[in-house]
Each structure stands twice: as structure tokens, then as C-alpha cells.
């Protein structure tokens, strides 16, 4: 079984920046892909931004390209999403989220992804 654990939500104004964070253990998690969604009130979950298990290949969400960076550690446990620029409507609650198969796609949905983290939630206000 694999753990997922986000950490560094909170509110922060328009323009603003956040760092997320995602700790994964429970298996090789240095061997699978690792991402971000988020879902707003009232609205579906939405892809945000995957990273590959060597953390070489990342693609993003047109409405945060640009602004948001997904990475992770030498050791390939821990993801970060680095959010600047922050607007209104990013406010939701993000997931951290693990995929055991590779990357193959540039854009993904929930059922692409196996383990999922309590989400952490974001608000800007402007």
C-alpha cells in the first residue's frame, strides 16, 4: 500500500506564491510517476501537473503553464509544486496523486492514477 501525504496549503493573495508538498512511501515510489489535481467547490477534479519517475518529463494543465512547477527530491519521494503568480481561481484543494504506469500521455484524468493523498486546501483572495 502506498501513503500519500500533501502539506503546505493556505491562503495567500492574488499574485501571490505557494510551495506544496507530497511525501510518498509504502513502495519503490521512486519508480512511478507522481502528480497534482485539484477540484474547486462545485466542480470536478481537474488535472494540474505530472512529473515522470526520474523527474525528467513534466506536463502541465494549460491554465497553470507558466506558473506552476512540479518537481521532486534526488530521491524521487517527495513532490513539489511551486505556484506563483496565483489567481482567484486557483482556489480548490489539491491532491498529490502516484501513478504506477509511465507516462504516456500529456494530459490526464482521476482513473489515471492509483494512489491518492487527503488534499490540501489553497485560497487566494485578491
Known amino acids: 500500500q502506498v501513503q500519500v501525504v500533501e502539506s503546505g496549503g493556505g491562503s495567500v493573495q492574488a499574485g501571490g506564491s505557494l510551495r506544496l508538498s507530497c511525501a510518498a512511501s509504502g513502495r519503490t515510489i521512486s519508480r512511478y510517476a507522481m502528480g497534482w489535481f485539484r477540484q474547486a467547490p462545485g466542480k470536478e477534479r481537474e488535472f494540474v501537473a505530472v512529473?515522470?519517475?526520474?523527474?525528467?518529463?513534466?506536463y502541465y494543465a494549460d491554465s497553470v503553464k507558466g506558473r506552476f512547477t512540479i518537481s521532486r527530491d534526488a530521491a524521487k519521494s517527495t513532490v513539489y509544486l511551486q505556484m506563483n503568480s496565483l489567481k482567484r481561481e486557483d482556489t480548490a484543494v489539491y491532491y498529490c496523486?502516484?501513478?504506477?504506469?509511465?507516462?504516456?500521455?500529456?494530459?490526464?484524468?482521476?482513473?489515471?492514477?492509483?494512489?491518492w493523498g487527503q488534499g490540501t486546501q489553497v485560497t487566494v483572495s485578491s
Open positions: 496523486t502516484v501513478r504506477e504506469a509511465s507516462l504516456y500521455y500529456t494530459t490526464y484524468a482521476v482513473r489515471d492514477f492509483d494512489y
Open positions: 512529473i515522470s519517475d526520474s523527474g525528467s518529463v513534466t
